[in-house]
Nanobody
Framework: QVRLVESGGGLVQAGGSLRLSCAAS????????MRWYRQTPGKQRELVAA????????YADSVKGRFTISRDNANKNTVYLQMSSLKPEDTAVYYC???????????????WGQGTQVTVSS
């Protein structure tokens, strides 16, 4: 069993900062790419940021220069999303996603966290 647990969401004023964390635990051989998505009611879930096992990153245009994704140096199964200069349009439920291999050799599966609410007030 693999579990992703997000934390760090909350209410913040526009221009403020928040740091989201996502820890993957359980039967994990390796966590490959890890990602943050977000979703608002009535809209599709959108990719916010991604980081590969090697540390390569990419971002949605809407968050470039404001958000930074990173992995914990000591525990590569933990990913962070540092969000700065937050805007009301960043309000959403943020979900962590990870591609996990549970054994070697083995198949890679995609796992999701339960989501954490981020609300940015104007």
């Amino acid at each position: 069993q693999v579990r992703l647990v997000e934390s760090g969401g909350g209410l913040v004023q526009a221009g403020g900062s928040l740091r989201l964390s996502c820890a993957a635990s359980g039967s994990i051989f390796s966590a490959n790419a890890m990602r943050w998505y977000r979703q608002t009611p009535g809209k599709q879930r959108e990719l916010v940021a991604a980081i590969s096992s090697g540390g390569s990153t990419n971002y949605a245009d809407s968050v470039k220069g404001r958000f930074t994704i990173s992995r914990d140096n000591a525990n590569k199964n933990t990913v962070y999303l540092q969000m700065s200069s937050l805007k009301p349009e960043d309000t959403a439920v943020y979900y962590c996603n990870a591609d996990v291999r549970r054994s070697s050799p083995g198949v890679t599966y995609s796992y999701w966290g339960q989501g954490t609410q981020v609300t940015v007030s104007s």
